[in-house]
């Protein structure tokens, strides 16, 4: 059953439900406005850090390759968290996504040097990890990443400024 709304029924609305009904008046309501930071925001962004990092850590030890193509998808995927958690878009948020893919690729590649170097050693990647220090770290890591591994992670840094923003 349809119901016909009178032509004036803007003039009999009270004042204080007109203005939050302005969507009904013609005017688009503004995306993104109500959306606030919350500590659900912050628990999206960490989730997405450390959860891809494992995930690309086990892609890795698992194919015996460094897999430095996955930072691409890490940044896509920081960008997609940060829209859900409803972060605005901005200086501050491209920032935000920028770092948090700095963070996976720190993250995945301190957790892959650690397993590989951890089952020479006969530790698990998480006690490897713990006695892993930066700098036996970045040797490893310059040793383990090929020109073409950092052109991905370059790549990666561009896809989270541009996918961030």
């Not at 688009?28 to 850090?49: D, F, H, N």
């Not at 920032?95 to 720190?106: D, E, H, N, R």
């Amino acid at each position: 059953m349809t119901v016909a709304v009178p032509p004036d029924h803007h003039a009999t609305e009270p004042r204080a439900h007109a203005s939050k009904s302005g969507a009904t008046r013609g005017q688009a309501p503004q995306a993104g406005a109500e959306r606030r930071m919350t500590p659900l925001s912050w628990l999206l962004l960490v989730l997405g850090i450390f959860g891809f990092a494992a995930f690309w850590v086990l892609l890795s030890l698992a194919w015996d390759r460094q897999c430095s193509w996955m930072a691409v998808l890490g940044a896509l995927d920081i960008a997609w968290m940060m829209r859900l958690g409803g972060w605005r878009p901005g200086p501050r948020r491209l920032a935000f996504g920028v770092l948090a893919t700095v963070a996976i690729v720190l993250f995945a590649n301190w957790g892959i040097a650690a397993g590989q170097y951890g089952a020479v050693m006969g530790l698990d990647p998480l006690d490897s990890a713990s006695k892993l220090g930066p700098n036996f770290f970045l040797i490893l890591f310059q040793l383990a990443n090929t020109g073409m591994d950092l052109i991905w992670l370059g790549i990666a840094l561009i896809v989270a400024a541009v996918a961030s923003r």
